[in-house]
């Protein structure tokens, strides 16, 4: 009797312990986290970024999925694919927001900013025996504006069509592009990059294909925004980009950078991965120095012109406030719950 007790009872105890394993692997959350193309120097920014979040003991698993970047990720955030994303640019977050330009059709109001990573320019590299000198020197010229679907891509072709430059535009993979370019089956390639540096994964190709950067003239950068508001430019002074000194003065667009997610992402997940993020950017740096020097919480609201701007995710308000940051009325969402 005493022995078939202990079996009861051990039965009974093998039952909780198994119910609370079970209890705490459904209190993790799990998230599927857009990227970019796995060749791509920005990928390492995802890797490390992903890293610090699940590192930080939150209750959060973040997965890395290899993508095509700021349109795809948006459009299978929306499906419900991807929990939120990071390689997005403003631009591009605030056109599904609006349902305009390339999200004509499919506004997408749930759409919440996370936070920054930096500003970079979609710059325009050409082989230097090319003798592409400038944008409208492209005219008639095999070029990859970036890869399918990314939002560098569709803005180089929207400004060849204000323009009216006639480039031949080869959207491809990243890898495919390079290949391309040291085939000589096309003169350049659009590559994001930091302000004041080539991308990374370009210095080793520039050993053995010698490259440059071009931009717009001014003239240029206005007749572009008067048709596209939204899609911002910076002057960039000859000797600026380390390793090109001789590109320049030239006008490159420069959109904001960061990550996004949906209201679908409670707000107490995202002020969790984004404190994650924030706490672990020592490390995310020494990955990708490109985001040296940015503040991924306050630079949103400091850069963000009026009217250029998508709702922050509440958890990026809590977790502002919380920094003492001043987060100004039309960024935060009406989901916001004062913490």
Known sequence: ????????????????????????????????????????????????????????????????????????????????????????????????????????????????????????????????????????????????????????????????????????????????????????QIVGLQKSSTLDAMDSSLMEVNLTTPITAIGFTEEEVEKVREVYPYLNFLKTEKGVIKQLPEAGPMYEECPIVGAVASTRMSQETAYKIIKAYVEGFEEVAAAYPGVKGWDPIADYFKYVAPGGEIPAHAGLVQYAKEQGIEVPERFIPAEYEEK
């Open 1 to 184: 009797m005493r022995k078939r007790s202990l079996v009861l009872m051990a039965a009974v105890v093998a039952m909780f312990l198994f119910a609370g394993g079970s209890l705490a692997a459904d209190d993790t959350v799990y998230l599927n986290m857009g990227s970019t193309s796995s060749t791509s120097g920005l990928y390492a920014w995802c890797v490390t970024g992903a890293a610090v979040m699940n590192k930080a003991d939150i209750g959060v698993r973040v997965t890395v999925v290899e993508s095509g970047a700021a349109l795809d990720n948006l459009r299978r955030m929306k499906e419900g694919t991807f929990d939120f994303a990071f390689c997005v640019d403003l631009p591009s977050a605030m056109q599904m927001y609006k349902g305009m330009d390339s999200f004509e059709g499919e506004q997408w109001q749930d759409v919440r900013w996370l936070f920054v990573r930096n500003i970079i320019a979609d710059r325009v590299y050409v082989r230097e025996d090319s003798g592409v000198k400038n944008w409208a020197d492209l005219a008639g010229k095999s070029f990859c504006p970036g890869m399918p679907g990314s939002s560098g891509a569709n803005y180089m072709m929207k400004i060849d069509e204000v323009l009216g430059t006639g480039v031949k535009f080869r959207p491809a993979a990243y890898g495919d592009a390079i290949t391309l370019l040291q085939q000589k």
